[in-house]
């Protein structure tokens, strides 16, 4: 992945070859113009992170070249070039939005400190953008929970995909699953991870915006294209793009979003140039699409240079073992947002739990604690505190045993016979059954010994 893409317009030709090599082989991107009109056109075309302009140019000068670039793109940052008698000038263009000058004839070291804390500022500015995002979505990073087979397998996943720097990914699971999460994970785990993750919605933005909204457009480009605006992947450029529902992603825009997969490469609405850009693209569908395929509303080529690399995330009720787990985590955070101390649940309410199937998976049990710590005001959230649906599920059948009910039962013979339970579906695994029961293994081997189970299975 290139470390940054940095323009030198430098009407000395032999000058901004020099500084331009001393750049290159510090492994970033660079591009040269000998004029302010044909910087300002390369800006225009091409992705940019860094200019180094000179103050006298032929034609317009720095200053008038550095106005324009800022009307362009603000976030650009730009190091003047000028001689010691130019000072005033160069003053001039940091009340501008300059970011630093450089006094010719400059040092390689100096030229290099100031284009690394240009750099760094950027990359601090981007940072904070990114916390703020965070911080108004209101979510966990990348964190991915859970004690199952499952899970961990996911997770393992992320950690080898997340090591590639380009190879796009199809996440696909079932609604609330957690599909956004793994893409965050992805993302932040990378060498990307200070640059955007800009997350786009396929069936969320109206057809008519959304080729521009994606590739931006030129001035001019249709009848409210009063202003050039860039797209989300240009806006994306060293980054991750994280398109959700991907299957809803209409068929007219299908073959430009597989020429970004295969050539990193993009054209505006209206524009007459490709623009590259550095972009992993993450996708993520509750669909079959290989279904789509066959039915027409997918692209066949579009699917396969998609599917490098597969994540499939299993539903909630395929992996009951973390069912407990993940409610007492949800349960510290609603504990935390609502100021209270609620310890857990009893044994009735662990039982509805895992019982039901969790159709909406894990985002359902995370609403369902939410209105559970709400309703609580004990020490334990009880059955009464749990939605109807689950408690109507939990009555349809045993969930202790077979044959086993809980009519009429003591909550220490429920919490007995669920242990005897679990410790038999896993083969007397003691650390195992402990992991499931959301409690330590101290915990577990008092319980034991308690109920008098110690004997009745083995370690």
Same mark, same amino acid.
């Given at each position: ?42 800006? $225009?075309?091409?992705?940019?992170? *860094?200019? !180094?302009?000179?103050?006298? /140019?032929? &034609?317009?000068?720095?200053? #008038? +070249? ?56 950027? $990359?601090?500015?981007?940072?904070? *953008?990114? !916390?703020?995002?965070?911080? /108004?979505? &209101?979510?966990?990073?990348? #964190? +991915? ?64 915006? !959304? ?77 079959? !699409? ?170």
């Amino acid at each position: 992945m290139v470390e940054a893409s940095i323009l030198i317009i430098e009407d000395n030709e032999d000058l901004g070859f020099s500084i331009a090599e001393v750049l290159r082989k510090r492994g970033y991107e660079v591009k040269t113009a000998l004029t302010g009109e044909e910087g300002v056109k390369i800006i $225009k075309d091409q992705i940019v992170d *860094l200019v !180094l302009l000179d103050i006298r /140019l032929p &034609g317009k000068d720095g200053l #008038e +070249i550095l106005k324009k670039i800022k009307a362009w793109d603000q976030d650009i940052l730009v190091i003047m070039m000028t001689a010691f008698a130019e000072l005033e000038p160069a003053i001039e263009a940091m009340k501008n939005g300059a970011f630093d000058y450089l006094i010719k004839p400059f040092d390689l070291d100096e030229l290099r400190l100031v284009v690394e804390k240009a750099l760094e500022t950027q $990359k601090l500015r981007r940072e904070v *953008l990114r !916390l703020k995002r965070l911080h /108004l979505a &209101g979510m966990p990073e990348c #964190e +991915i929970y859970g004690v199952s087979s499952q899970i961990e397998a996911v997770r393992e996943q992320i950690r080898l995909v997340s090591t590639t720097p380009r190879t796009s990914v199809l996440i696909q699971g079932e609604s609330g699953t957690g599909k956004e999460l793994v893409a965050n994970a992805i993302h932040y785990s990378s060498n990307r991870r200070d640059k955007p993750l800009i997350k786009i919605n396929c069936s969320a933005i109206p057809d008519n915006l !959304l080729e521009s909204e994606l590739f931006g457009h030129e001035r001019g480009a249709f009848t409210d294209a009063r202003t050039m605006k860039k797209g989300l992947f240009e806006l994306a450029n060293g980054g991750t793009v994280f398109l959700d529902e991907i299957s809803s992603l209409k068929l007219s825009l299908q073959p430009k979003l597989l020429r970004i997969l295969e050539t990193q490469s993009l054209r505006r609405v209206g524009g007459i140039s490709d623009i590259k850009i550095d972009v992993r693209i993450i996708a993520a569908t509750n669909q079959n !699409l290989e279904t789509c395929v066959r039915e027409g509303s997918f692209r066949e080529d579009l699917y396969y240079r998609l599917k490098v690399w597969v994540i499939d995330i299993p539903p909630l009720r395929e992996h009951p073992e973390d069912i407990l787990h993940l409610a007492k985590l949800f349960l510290d955070q609603e504990n935390r947002n609502f100021n209270k101390n609620i310890l857990g649940f009893n044994p009735k309410a662990e039982e509805i739990l895992l019982h039901y199937p969790w159709p909406g998976n894990v985002r359902e049990l995370k609403n369902v604690i939410e209105r559970a710590v709400i309703l609580c005001r004990d020490e334990y959230i009880l059955p009464e505190h749990l939605p109807r649906e689950l408690q109507l599920e939990s009555d349809k059948a045993p969930i202790l045993g077979e044959g086993i009910t809980s009519a009429n039962m003591s909550l220490d013979e429920i919490e007995k016979r669920h242990i005897i339970y679990v410790l038999k579906e896993n083969k007397g695994n003691k650390s195992r059954t402990a992991r499931i029961l959301g409690i330590s293994r101290s915990t577990l081997r008092e319980k034991l010994r308690l109920y008098g189970i110690q004997d009745e299975e083995g370690e």
